[in-house]
């Protein structure tokens, strides 16, 4: 089983600062994959960063970083110079890395991030 | 959201009523998903198809049935409703290839009085 743990249930930032949002996981799987949604007030949900297991170098998109350590089975995401329109809920989630169960993924509770002006 | 098309986006049931929520992706993936948000929550998967003509159950599939109609299709039926079902439905199939991310449909969102 799978399980996704998100300790911070709401974070503000100042704009133009940048922000990490904590995510942690567990699993017994030997290859998975780590991601992280941003989901807006109008509720859709928007794929931001991908890390695999097996990747050694974290993954960068754009002003996304995922900070990936993998002894601590942690993946937090840090959104440098934040902006106004960051303010969202997000979603850190994971999923086996094999393709018969790659869309069986596990998401955390959310940390919703208010960005201010 | 490009690509995965949920229908209806909005909708209000009595007790015991029953309905469908319709899924359809234009991506060509013989895999799709359904998924339930509630209230404050992260999503939890309730049904999934890997290939059409197949279904299996997820974390949380008690009191929903689902079809995979064909390739494209993939419903969720809720056959007595019930107020403990009240959230906002997601269907996915993958995305980006070569990661399987998930693309979700805009959702939609169900209350049960």
């Known amino acids: 089983a799978q399980k996704i743990t998100q300790t911070q249930p709401g974070m503000f930032v100042q704009e133009k600062e940048a922000v990490t949002l904590d995510c942690t996981y567990d699993?017994?799987?030997?290859?998975?994959?780590l991601f992280w949604y941003k989901q807006p007030s109008s509720g859709e949900m928007i794929f931001l960063i991908y890390?695999?297991?097996?990747?050694?170098q974290n993954a960068t998109e754009g002003r996304y970083s995922l900070n990936f350590q993998k002894a601590r089975k942690s993946a937090n995401l840090v959104i440098s110079a934040s902006q106004l329109g960051d303010s969202a809920m997000y979603f850190c989630?994971?999923?086996?890395?094999?393709?018969?169960?790659?869309?069986?993924?596990?998401f955390g509770d959310g940390t919703t991030l208010t960005v201010k002006p | 959201n490009a690509g995965v098309t949920q229908t209806p986006k909005f909708q209000v049931l009595k007790t015991g009523q029953s309905m469908t929520l319709q899924c359809a992706q234009d991506?060509?993936?013989?895999?799709m998903y359904w998924y339930r948000q509630d209230p404050g929550m992260g999503l939890r998967l309730i049904y999934y198809?890997?290939?059409?003509?197949?279904?299996d159950k997820g974390e949380v599939p008690n009191g929903y049935n689902v079809s995979r109609l064909n390739k494209r299709e993939f419903s969720l039926r809720l056959e007595s409703a019930a107020p403990s079902q009240t959230s906002v439905y997601f269907c996915?199939?993958?995305?980006?290839?070569?990661?399987?991310?998930?693309?979700f449909g805009a959702g939609s969102r169900l209350t049960v009085l």
């Open positions: 991506m060509n993936h013989n895999s």
């Open positions: 989630a994971m999923r086996p890395e094999d393709n018969t169960n790659a869309g069986k993924s596990t």
């Open positions: 699993t017994s799987d030997q290859s998975y994959g």
């Open positions: 890390q695999g297991s097996y990747d050694e």
């Open positions: 198809s890997a290939s059409e003509g197949t279904t």
């Open positions: 996915a199939t993958p995305g980006k290839t070569g990661t399987n991310v998930l693309t």
